[in-house]
């Protein structure tokens, strides 16, 4: 090896790499241009997307507001510069989801929303020299505003009114005046109340006022209808618990027909519809029989007896002539032993009246039957059933499948089988009709809406194409501006070349570095040599890249 390498002073051949900074400066005018106009356009573009994506990150803050309530909210979310929107007609607030429950508690302790309905919060900011009247009028609206707030958190309550009617008490206790009170419910749509829902809104209302009878609260509803009417109204319809009850009469008898007539014909082969009539109507009656006793042996029972004999005589007075055979006492009469006649005895004195009087009242008891009948509600008074049934389907010897109504006996059986399924009674007036018909097939409708243009599809594609838009002007953005800026900002390590690689494959033959002779190295220097070397080949690969060249074409002797 004639020449070596210099190891010494390496520095002349590789010059020092000038910064990012310089090499930005040192670009054309039009370069640096679109470098700017480029990272503009893309800091706008990733803002754009951010906003984009956050607008549909918003929740509802506050729904059902008053006009008041909803313009004092608005005004607290402009205050401090949170970002809100309306929802369609104005009905609710929306805020940033992430936001929601803290602007709540914010808003909570500035004393909003603060609502239509105002309770005993009024007794709070009570004035100076208010006369009985007012503080009356006072606590009576409070009170009708805790109720109203009570009545409005129930779910199917969209709103309430609530009227008192509380009379003046004046120390005569018989010329009082008991008070009564009105309830106004506005309903969700769709939403009803059942009997003890609304019995809980009367007896909620009467616990709350002293001395206020449940039967003069009067609760309405947003059409006027009178929901608090007494259950014992005939002129009432039925209300949603007893429309329950009926339809889980008519449930689960058309499940039982479903159950049984199933694995027999198919459920796919099978229509039923089971209609109670049922009497919810309350019958309360009382009734008292008296009878005899009854039966031939029947000894009377006596109640009561009373007995009263009275007997007594009235004497003649002295008749006839005066002496002793008038004065001697009657004698016995005496009738003869014999047939023959003897004159009677002439009458001694005279003639005695006496008189005698017997009375017997005797009471008997008498049978007594006191009957209270009361009919139970909800009582079935009649059950129809309607059963239809499909063809039969029937494959012959060659495969064709065909259709074939069910025989008689057939459809006697699945009478039989209905009529015992829904107890079956003919004094009750039910009906069972069991009929056979064929079914009409559904034709199968095959969408053939190509897929750019099913509804769905077109959803999805609405809410992307955005996002897509922005994200496409960002990638032209960057590969259009900003990437050529920054590649010809870039330089070489090396004003001759760059990498091994690019000095291979280059065409261009690069110039010769020269290189000054050195003396031979000693050999128990080699070690040492090759460490300079490998670390000049390491910072200087151009130079080692032209030395290598030039002894394979024999440049370099």
């Known amino acids: 090896m004639d020449n070596a390498v210099a190891l010494a002073n390496p520095t002349p051949l590789v010059p020092a790499s000038p910064g990012f900074g310089e090499r930005l400066a040192a670009l054309p005018v039009k370069s640096r ?6 990272v503009a356009a893309l800091v706008a573009v990733v803002a754009a997307l951010t906003l984009w994506s956050s607008q549909g990150d918003y929740k509802v803050l506050y729904a059902n507001l008053s006009d008041k309530d909803g313009g004092a909210i608005i005004a607290q979310l402009s205050s401090m ?8 007609g104005g009905g609710a607030i929306l805020v940033p989801a992430a936001s929601v429950h803290d602007l709540r ?8 929303p603060k609502g239509s309905v105002v309770g005993f919060e009024l007794m709070d900011g009570a004035k100076f020299g208010q006369t009985q009247f007012q503080e009356r009028l006072t606590f009576q609206r409070g009170l009708e505003g805790e109720l109203t707030r009570s009545i ?22 018989r010329e009082q005046q008991k008070p009564s009170a009105s309830v ?16 809980g809104i009367v007896h909620l209302v009467s616990s709350s006022v002293p001395e206020l009878n449940p039967k003069a609260v009067s609760v309405l509803d947003q059409t006027g209808a009178l929901l608090s009417a007494s ?6 319809g039925l209300d949603a618990q007893q429309l329950q009850y009926v339809n889980q009469i008519e449930s689960s008898f058309n499940k039982r027909i479903l159950e049984i007539l199933d694995p027999v014909v198919g459920r796919d082969n099978l229509r039923a519809q089971v209609t109670a009539d049922v009497d919810f109507s309350r019958t309360e009656s009382t009734s008292e029989e008296f009878k005899p006793n009854q039966g031939q042996n029947a000894e009377a029972a006596v109640r009561s007896m009373q007995r009263s004999e009275q007997s007594g005589s009235n004497g003649s007075g002295a008749a006839g002539i005066p002496g002793a055979t008038s004065n001697q006492p009657p004698v016995g009469a005496t009738a003869p032993l014999t047939g023959a006649s003897q004159p009677l005895q002439t009458a001694q004195g005279g003639a005695s009246n006496s008189t005698s009087r017997s009375d017997a009242v005797t009471n008997y008891e008498l049978d007594k039957t006191v009957r209270v009948t009361r009919n139970s509600t909800g009582t079935v008074r009649r059950l129809n059933a309607a059963v239809v049934v499909n063809h039969r389907s029937v494959t012959d010897s060659k495969g064709k499948t065909t259709s074939v109504p069910l025989t008689p006996e057939e459809l006697e059986k699945l009478n039989v089988l209905v009529r015992e399924i829904i107890g079956f009674n003919e004094r009750r007036g039910d009906s069972v009709k069991v009929i056979n018909a064929p079914f009409k097939a559904e034709p199968v409708v095959n969408d053939t809406t190509p897929l750019w243009q099913k509804p769905e599809v077109l959803d999805i594609l609405r809410s992307a194409a955005m996002p897509a838009a922005l994200a496409i002007v960002a990638l032209a953005i960057v590969f259009g501006l900003i990437r050529p800026a920054l590649r010809s900002a870039r330089v070489e390590k090396d004003p001759v070349g760059g990498n091994l ?3 291979v494959a280059d065409d261009e033959l690069l110039p010769v570095v020269e290189v000054k002779e050195l003396p031979q190295i000693a050999a128990p220097k080699v070690s040492a040599q090759l460490d300079g070397a490998r670390n000049f080949a390491k910072d200087n690969p151009a130079a080692v890249a032209n030395i290598v060249r030039g002894w394979v074409n024999g440049e370099v002797a």
């Open 81 to 88: 510069g949170v970002p809100y929107k309306h929802s369609e």
């Open 105 to 112: 508690l914010k808003l909570a302790s500035a004393g909003l």
């Open 184 to 199: 106004m419910l506005t309903l969700f749509p769709g939403r009803t109340l059942d009997r003890a829902q609304v019995a």
């Open 152 to 173: 409005t958190s129930m779910a199917s309550v969209q709103n309430a009114r609530v009227h008192l009617a509380l009379p003046n008490q004046n120390g005569f206790f």
């Open 33 to 38: 241009v679109s470098l700017g106009v480029g």
């Open 231 to 236: 259950p014992d109204d005939s002129g009432a």
């Open 501 to 503: 690689d690019a000095v």
